[in-house]
């Protein structure tokens, strides 16, 4: 479900400055990849408060008691959202970076495999949890969060994400669990802002809306 098509939220101008927040860096980190990059959101601290407004609105009903965050940049929306809402922040971590015992769950990528990481304990059976990222592609590692979360006793109530393409609902499912997107990756058409640092950005009016994975240039910022 995208933010947008909700009654209430069509046409929200709101919408409309995250996703204009959200720097596209063409061909990074490698050949073909339309980096969404949010950190460029975090410094409008306008749309980084209506991001995180947003989703405490739309959860702070639902007796959501767990915010999962996803490594690393589900760690940048997740705790505000937490504390908004009355819930505990959880993080879900690559491996060897928590310190105690822990629950491991693999998922397949493009190119090798990965793996998240939950302490045991953090998460109680019976308890309603929210999974937070900023962008999904294929939806492998939510499905893996959702499967973590779960094998904890966790009823996952839904997934959210900043960003992510319409194309994933339907080809993974997310183990049966709804996904809620605020804005789709934009594509570029005509990149003539001066590069930064060696790097090749683009200015808002060099970009569109409603990119797809039919694009030449895959508009992800990971490989999930």
Known sequence: MFAGDQNGLQGDPRLKAISEAIRVVPHFPKPGIMFQDITTLLLDHKAFKDTVDIFVDRYRDMGISVVAGVEARGFM???SIALAI????????KPR?????VISESYV?????DCLEMHVGAVQPGERALVIDDLVATGGTLSAAIRLLERAGAHVVECACVVGLREVK????LNGKPLYILVEPRQQINCSAPSV?????CRHDDLILGAS???????TSKSD
């Open 77 to 79: 929306f997740g705790p």
């Open 86 to 93: 009355g819930a505990k922040f959880v993080p879900l971590r």
């Open 97 to 101: 970076k928590l310190p105690g015992e």
């Open 109 to 113: 990528l493009e190119y090798g495999k």
């Open 170 to 173: 339907g080809q993974h499912g």
């Open 197 to 201: 640092n060696g790097v090749e950005t």
């Open 213 to 219: 994975f039919g694009s030449p240039l895959n508009p």
